[in-house]
């Protein structure tokens, strides 16, 4: 049996995370010999299962941050000889790159990942380009859907695989009391950045008629205090909230009545994937990647132009003025995500694919 390592920074807040956390657990399930590798811990970390074996870096982000470099990767390469695997799965573009450097002269083998639309990120040149020549020094790598693969040069395209983003049982599972009469509250969930496109979202919002809707925007992230101010000025502070981090946005979600994407690029969108698979009706752009692959428009969700204003107000609208269709366009969602993005499927999938890696 080989033994595999997962690397990531740290393990809560983002999608990433929260993939390497379900496909860990679910892989330690089946009776893979599994290794989680972070940078460091840090509090209000998603569930590991028993049996994956975790280690660390350093104590804590304080530490970790005032290492140079060169100590960084010397430090990721200690830890990748001692451990042994015979596979290692880096997650985020960055530690793609040093997980190839940390490699070099060593038999352990490495599965890049990419986890957002890859010529949107990173957005530095530099970097971009270091991205993907460690893809390419890769023994393979694994995208979440058909657009993030054709960002690569065709003769590369048999070391590259689909794999979509697995959702945690807990929301397969949950069963959400679904109302037929009335969409009261929206729910919007990301980091407050520019890709998430939330300025459009609250201005959107600002114009809908119907005064009894409430917004809750649950993340954290450098544009609160921006998007704070935007919401004072239009006089929507007693309607629209930033909750910060949800320790249980699944409770969030079944207690809500529409869900919204305003995103301007994407990888798979977790959130997105979650809100489906509790069963929400859901509203997204169809920004590179992901929502296209999950949305079948106007059957179990809604697919709107990136950036487009008008469309938002018009689809949020819609979903008000025709609440039975909507509580319809949930139940499919659900169907959809429990038929195609189990944690379990898509664990078997991935260890059938690791154990015929040469």
């Known amino acids: 049996m080989k033994k595999i390592m997962l690397i990531i920074p740290f393990l809560s807040s983002g999608g990433a995370e ?5 496909w860990s657990s679910e892989l330690a399930k089946m009776g893979a010999d599994i290794h989680l590798l972070v940078f460091y811990r840090v509090e209000n970390e998603y569930p590991i299962h028993k049996d994956v074996i975790i280690h660390t870096i350093t104590k804590n982000k304080e530490q970790y941050k005032k290492l140079s470099k060169f100590r960084k990767v010397n430090l990721l390469r200690s830890k990748i000889k001692s451990v042994g695997p015979d596979i290692v799965i880096p997650f985020i573009s960055a530690v793609g790159i040093m997980t190839n450097i940390a490699r070099v002269g060593l038999q352990t083998k490495m599965i890049e990942t990419i986890r957002i639309d890859p010529q949107y990120s990173p957005k530095n040149k530099a970097i971009r380009l270091l991205r993907n020549t460690s893809v390419l020094l890769s023994n393979g790598c694994i995208v979440q859907n058909e657009d993030q693969k054709k960002y690569f040069p065709k003769w590369s395209h048999k070391k590259i695989y689909v794999f979509a983003n697995p959702i945690s049982d807990e929301f397969i599972q949950a069963e959400r009391t679904i109302s037929n009469s009335k969409i009261r509250s929206i729910i919007a969930v990301g980091r407050l950045e520019h890709q998430k496109n939330y300025t459009m979202l609250i201005h959107a919002f600002s114009k809908l008629k119907n005064l009894d809707l409430e917004l809750n925007i649950y993340g954290e992230g450098s544009l609160k205090d921006e998007l ?26 079944m207690s809500t009545d529409l869900f919204i994407l305003s995103s301007n690029a994407e990888g798979m969108p977790n959130s997105l994937m979650e809100a489906m698979a509790v069963g929400l009706p859901c509203i997204s752009t169809d920004c590179p990647t992901g929502p296209s692959d999950l949305i079948d428009s106007e059957i179990n969700g809604v697919l709107i132009p990136v950036g487009n204003e008008e469309a938002l107000v018009n689809a949020i609208n819609n979903m008000i003025n025709n609440p039975k269709e909507a509580c319809l366009m949930g139940k499919r969602a659900k169907e959809k995500m429990k038929s195609n993005y189990a944690a379990d499927v898509s664990a078997k999938k991935l260890l059938r694919f690791l154990n015929e890696i040469q």
């Open 228 to 253: 704070q101010s935007l919401i004072d000025d239009l006089g929507l502070t007693n309607r629209i909230k930033l909750c910060g981090r949800s320790n249980n946005i699944k409770e969030v979600f």
């Open 18 to 22: 929260r993939v390497a956390s379900i």
